[in-house]
C-alpha cells in the first residue's frame, strides 16, 4: 500500500496523482499493490516540481520491512513535526511550547 498526502501545493500534483492513484481524500491519495519501479518513477515527478515550485508538503508512506518500523517514508518541504528513528520504530517529535520548557 502507497499513501500520499499533500499540503498546501499547486494543483498539478493532484491532477498527476489522480491519474495514477486514488483520491481518497482532498490532497490524500493511495494504491494498493504499486510496484517498487512505479513508486520511484512517481517520486522522481513529484520531486522534480517541487524542486521548481518549492510550495506547500508531501509526504509518501509505503511498507517496507527492511525500513524502521517497516515503514519507508519520504518527504518533501516541512513537515510540521520531526519524524525520528529510535529502536525500530519511527516516533514523532515535536518541540515544546516556550511556556512548558
Known amino acids: 500500500m502507497v499513501v500520499i498526502v499533500t499540503r498546501d501545493v499547486e494543483a498539478r500534483y493532484r491532477g498527476f496523482l489522480g491519474s495514477a492513484m486514488l483520491e481518497l481524500s482532498p490532497g490524500v491519495y493511495a494504491h494498493p499493490r504499486m510496484s517498487a519501479g512505479v513508486r520511484k518513477r512517481l517520486w522522481e515527478v513529484v520531486s522534480d516540481w517541487y524542486a521548481r ?30 519524524i525520528v528513528a529510535h529502536d525500530a520504530m519511527l516516533l514523532v517529535r515535536r518541540p515544546l511550547p516556550a511556556e512548558e520548557r
Open 53 to 82: 515550485l518549492g510550495r506547500g508538503s508531501i509526504v509518501m508512506t509505503w511498507a517496507d520491512s527492511g525500513a524502521n518500523g517497516a515503514l519507508g517514508l519520504e518527504v518533501l518541504g516541512e513537515p510540521p513535526k520531526d
